[in-house]
């Protein structure tokens, strides 16, 4: 668990979470229509007549795609609410390119995460609702009536810690003990704190690298794996590893 941000690593966070949850995207939506909409030639004429509550309701909506409460559902109108209020406004796509545009710059403003995978996600859904709410808004539209709200992930499995940051400290592997030429080898001790949380997400899909039950039964193609290098898929292990890993497995696979 990380305390600092009260997010428990054992799960993938949500895109709110990470984000920093309320707070950090009321604090966007408000520097996003006070800063900049007001004084922008395209936007500022489409917001003008705006609710005063508006940055909190965007907030809202923001927060329940991004796998937070659904606050913009109970408190605000839900899906019907937020397409009654792009219908008939025929947006252009130099207002929407816009609206992206500098919502990204509130968001450095606002100090929102900057890592990769929050980035990729954040701007993926903005592309993406903002165009539906470009075609909701044209004079011809019909869009499809009571909707669930969105529900956004990170893009393609790029969660955090799903991949080796050029910045990141020595990864825990390498700094794994390892047991003495006489010492028993056992799972919880010395096999498990060889996997990383990278390797453990990337295993995933097939059986868990925390578990001794499942890397028992797995164990010979493991083994086959990290001796021809192709495990971790990021660097093969040293010599050592590989052995100690291999001494394990003859010596019984202790728990
Ligand atoms: C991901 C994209 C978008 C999201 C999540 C979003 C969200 C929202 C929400 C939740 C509301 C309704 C707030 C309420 O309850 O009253 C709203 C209204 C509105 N949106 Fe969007 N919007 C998006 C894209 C855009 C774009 C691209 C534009 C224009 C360039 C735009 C212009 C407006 C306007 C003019 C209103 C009405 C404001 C008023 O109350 O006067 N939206 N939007």
Redesign the pocket.
């Known amino acids: 668990m990380d305390a600092t941000r009260g997010i428990d690593e054992e799960a993938v966070p949500t895109l709110f979470e990470w984000a920093g949850g309320g707070p950090a995207l009321l604090r966007l939506t408000t520097i996003f229509y006070e800063k900049y909409v007001p004084e922008d030639p395209l936007?500022g004429p489409?917001?003008a007549?705006?609710?005063s509550d508006?940055p909190e309701?965007?907030a809202a909506?923001?927060g329940e795609?991004f796998g937070g409460p659904r606050s913009?559902t109970e408190h605000?109108?839900g899906y019907d609410?937020?397409v009654s209020?792009?219908i008939g406004?025929t947006?252009r796509e130099e207002?929407?390119a816009?609206?992206?545009q500098l919502l990204c710059r509130a968001a450095d403003d606002a100090g929102l995460p900057t890592d990769p995978e929050w980035r990729a996600a954040f701007v993926a859904?903005?592309e993406?609702?903002?165009r539906i709410?470009?075609e909701n808004s044209q004079p011809d539209a019909e869009p499809p009536p009571h909707m669930s709200v969105p529900r956004w992930w990170w893009v393609c499995d790029a969660t955090p810690g799903s991949r080796v940051s050029a910045l990141a400290e020595q990864a825990p592997q390498q700094n794994a003990e390892l047991p003495g030429a006489d010492e028993p080898v056992s799972f919880a001790q010395h096999i498990k704190p060889l996997f990383r949380d990278l390797d453990r997400r990337s295993m995933r899909f097939a059986f868990d690298l925390w578990s001794h039950a499942e890397v028992s039964g797995h164990a010979g193609a493991i083994l086959d794996r990290l001796r021809a290098g192709t495990m971790p898929c990021d660097g093969a292990w040293p010599e050592d590893r590989v052995a100690v890993f291999e001494r394990w497995i003859d010596s019984g696979k202790a728990a």
């Open positions: 936007l489409l917001f007549t705006m609710a508006h309701r965007v909506w923001l795609v913009y605000f109108g609410r937020m209020q792009h406004k947006l207002q929407r816009r609206w992206v859904y903005l993406w609702g903002s709410a470009v």
